[in-house]
């Protein structure tokens, strides 16, 4: 298992080291987080929620460091934590059965020609 607040510091670290090597593209990621985390219909808890489920289909770890973090702060249970999780595995399995009919065809196809 990670050490989460390690790896949480060590990411703070590379960031910086990023910005001084390339600031404009870290501005530029972080006027897009601003951006996406400015809205009106969706409160904090939500779209961190979604941020979650979103980061463990990406296998985004300091996404994950990140949005579990900020999703307690912004009150969300474990409970509902897992929920999201739930939402992420599912949709995972969605995709490599949607990407398993694609090899069916692939099969199907190799033949021919």
Not at 7 to 33: C, I, N, Q, T, W
Not at 48 to 68: F, P
Not at 77 to 97: K, T
Request: include cysteine; proline fraction near 1%.
């Amino acid at each position: 298992m990670e050490d989460w607040d390690s790896y949480s510091a060590g990411l703070r670290d590379r960031g910086r080291e990023l910005k001084e090597l390339h600031p404009e593209v870290v501005k530029g990621f972080g006027a897009l987080s601003r951006a996406a985390s400015t809205t009106k219909l969706l409160d904090a808890k939500t779209r961190e929620l979604i941020a979650i489920a979103v980061a463990v289909t990406t296998r985004c770890q300091g996404c994950i460091d990140a949005h579990a973090r900020k999703a307690k702060a912004a009150g969300a249970s474990r409970e509902e934590i897992a929920e999201a999780l739930g939402v992420a595995i599912a949709v995972n399995a969605g995709a490599a059965l949607t990407y398993s009919l694609h090899v069916l065809d692939a099969v199907a196809g190799a033949g021919e020609g």
